[in-house]
Nanobody
Framework: QVQLVESGGGLVQAGGSLRLSCAASGRTFSSYTMAWFRQAPGKEREFVAAISFNGGRTYYADSVKGRFTISRDNAKNTMTLQMNSLKPEDTAVYYC??????????????????WGQGTQVTVSS
């Protein structure tokens, strides 16, 4: 089992940047595929980015491709999401998640086993 804690959210103007972090407990962080999802008010939770267990593969939603970068440090049990050129439509609660399946990188929320509590990102126009 792994426990996840997000940090780094906040209020930023459009065009600005934020860096989200996810700290994981436990010794098996490197055994999980990791991902970021987000959920805006009144909308379903949507995929943002994912990274394979060893960091060798990354995947992005089309809406964030070229603006966001996902990375992980297995030695420090952390994952980050660097968000640049932020837009008002990026406003949402961002969640860190972990998937025990590592043979494939999945992008649907119901495939992920563990979740953090979320961190709010608000982008003003």
């Amino acid at each position: 089992q792994v426990q996840l804690v997000e940090s780094g959210g906040g209020l930023v103007q459009a065009g600005g940047s934020l860096r989200l972090s996810c700290a994981a407990s436990g010794r098996t962080f490197s055994s999980y595929t990791m991902a970021w999802f987000r959920q805006a008010p009144g909308k379903e939770r949507e995929f943002v980015a994912a990274i394979s267990f060893n960091g060798g593969r990354t995947y992005y939603a089309d809406s964030v491709k070229g603006r966001f970068t996902i990375s992980r440090d297995n030695a420090k049990n952390t994952m980050t999401l660097q968000m640049n050129s932020l837009k008002p439509e990026d406003t949402a609660v961002y969640y860190c998640s972990a998937d025990r399946t590592i043979v494939v990188v999945r992008t649907t929320p119901w495939d992920y086993d563990y979740w953090g509590q979320g961190t709010q990102v608000t982008v003003s126009s």
